[in-house]
Nanobody, 124 residues
Framework: QVQLVESGGGLVQAGGSLRLSCTAS????????MGWFRQAPGKEREFVAA????????YYSDPVQGRFTLSSADAVNMVCLQMNNLKPEDTAVYYC?????????????????WGQGTQVTVSS
């Protein structure tokens, strides 16, 4: 089993930045696809970003591309999501997830483990 714990969420003004961290325990995540998803009230959980298991590719949804950056630190079993130029529409609970396969990293189903989420609120 892998346990994932997100941290770094909070309240920020539009245009500001936040850095989310996801710390894994239980077993190494060095060969897992790691993803970030978010869910706003009344909306479906949506893909935000992912990094391939080889850590040679990163992927971003269109709304966050150019503003968010996903990085990995496998030596300490952690991934981070740097979020810049935040917008009110970024307000959501952000979830970290780990997958042992990556046939489609934008879907929920491939991910085996999920964190409990961290709230990000962006004020206008």
């Amino acid at each position: 089993q892998v346990q994932l714990v997100e941290s770094g969420g909070g309240l920020v003004q539009a245009g500001g930045s936040l850095r989310l961290s996801c710390t894994a325990s239980g077993r190494p995540i060095s060969t897992y696809v790691m993803g970030w998803f978010r869910q706003a009230p009344g909306k479906e959980r949506e893909f935000v970003a992912a990094i391939s298991w080889r850590r040679d590719n990163t992927y971003y949804s269109d709304p966050v591309q150019g503003r968010f950056t996903l990085s990995s630190a496998d030596a300490v079993n952690m991934v981070c999501l740097q979020m810049n130029n935040l917008k009110p529409e970024d307000t959501a609970v952000y979830y970290c997830a780990a997958s042992r396969s990556d046939y489609d990293h934008t879907l929920l189903r491939p991910y085996d483990y999920w964190g409990q989420g961290t709230q990000v609120t962006v004020s206008s």
